[in-house]
Nanobody
Framework: QVQLVESGGGLVQPGGSLRLSCAASGIMFRLNTMGWYRQAPGKERELVAGITSGGTTNYVDSVKGRFTISRDNAKSTVYLQMNSLKPEDTAVYYC?????????WGQGTQVTVSS
């Protein structure tokens, strides 16, 4: 059974930081491209950050310089370090695993940036 479990979301003030974690099971984690997506109320889901099996990363322009995606293959876990958070970062954040034609999603974790 494939399972992706996100954690680390919550309420944070503007300028603050959070680290999201996504623990994967049921897949050959090291072969997967991992990604963090987010969906804000009334908006479409967007790719925030991705990391390939080789460690290559990419980010949506709005988070470049503030967010960092990383992976620990020994722990089958991908992380998203979020710094200098802004209210517009408020969204449900989802973890995704993909390899060839396979893709799996986590349930999501809420991030709210508000004073």
């Amino acid at each position: 059974q494939v399972q992706l479990v996100e954690s680390g979301g919550g309420l944070v003030q503007p300028g603050g930081s959070l680290r999201l974690s996504c623990a994967a099971s049921g897949i050959m984690f090291r072969l997967n491209t991992m990604g963090w997506y987010r969906q804000a109320p009334g908006k479409e889901r967007e790719l925030v950050a991705g990391i390939t099996s080789g460690g290559t990363t990419n980010y949506v322009d709005s988070v470049k310089g503030r967010f960092t995606i990383s992976r620990d293959n020994a722990k089958s876990t991908v992380y998203l370090q979020m710094n200098s958070l802004k209210p517009e970062d408020t969204a449900v954040y989802y973890c995704k695993a993909a390899w060839a034609g396979y893709a799996s999603w986590g349930q999501g974790t809420q991030v709210t940036v508000s004073s």
